[in-house]
């Protein structure tokens, strides 16, 4: 297996990568926690249908728009303490000082529907560890 970095800085960039994947056998897609591929989610979901690439993506938004399986950190729960920090700054603290959080959870989110569309069988041990599992 090998991995390919392949940046991408608009919608047209998009369609190429997704087309060159598509035309490796065996090849697939994984996303970045970002901006821009959170901003463009709906095409690369679509485009990854449309070609048959399987993908796996940073946040449970794709695969609740048709892709196959996401991992990442769940949003809501990630900028709940941020409301803490506010306050703790208002009050005095340096926010130099304050202490980085991780996050608190990551979420696994498989679409069975796509999977059947790819024709990918799914392994029961990935299905026993999912969040959810889109049917």
Do not use: C, W
Request: charged share 20%; hydrophobic share 45%; glycine share 8%.
């Amino acid at each position: 297996m090998a991995l390919i970095a392949t940046p991408v800085h608009d919608s047209a960039a998009i369609e190429g990568t997704i087309t060159a994947i598509a035309r490796d056998p065996g090849g697939g897609l994984i996303l970045p926690s970002d901006v821009f591929t959170f901003t463009h989610r709906d095409l690369i979901v679509r485009l990854a249908d449309q070609y048959r690439v399987p993908a796996v993506y940073p946040f449970r938004e794709f695969a609740k728009t048709g892709g196959l399986m996401s991992y990442g950190v769940d949003l809501a729960l990630q900028f709940q303490p941020a409301g803490t920090y506010v306050d703790r700054i208002l009050k005095g603290e340096k926010p130099g000082e304050l202490p980085v959080q991780g996050p608190a959870k990551f979420e696994l989110v498989i679409n069975l529907k796509t999977a059947k569309a790819l024709s990918l069988n799914i392994p029961p041990a990935l299905f026993a560890q999912a969040d959810e599992v889109i049917e």
